[in-house]
Nanobody, 119 residues
């Protein structure tokens, strides 16, 4: 069982910055890839960024150069540093991880944290 708890969302002006955090419970955090997704009203949930167990990162084109995903395995926490925020970045941001074992596989999601970008 994995629990994910996001924090750090809020209201920010265009061009501003926020840092989201996702605290994960359970063991084996360091061996799992972690993702950030987002969902805006009326839109499908979309992948924003991924950090692998080895620390490599991948980004959606729409955030490249502005967002940075990182992880602290000692704290079981993954971060999303968001800079140069645009109104179109406004969404609920979700932390996600996928767990696979010989007996099955599961997707775990946090409750989400709201990011609002507005002047």
């Amino acid at each position: 069982q994995v629990q994910l708890v996001e924090s750090g969302g809020g209201l920010v002006q265009p061009g501003g910055s926020l840092r989201l955090s996702c605290a994960a419970s359970g063991s084996s955090f360091s061996r799992r890839a972690m993702d950030w997704y987002r969902q805006a009203p009326g839109k499908q949930r979309e992948l924003v960024a991924t950090v692998t167990s080895g620390g490599s990162s991948n980004y959606a084109d729409f955030v490249k150069g502005r967002f940075t995903i990182s992880r602290d395995n000692a704290k079981n926490t993954v971060y999303l540093q968001m800079n140069s925020l645009k109104p179109e970045d406004a969404a609920v941001y979700y932390c996600h991880t996928h767990v696979a074992s010989p007996t099955g596989s599961w997707d775990y999601w946090g409750q989400g944290t709201q990011v609002t970008v507005s002047s």
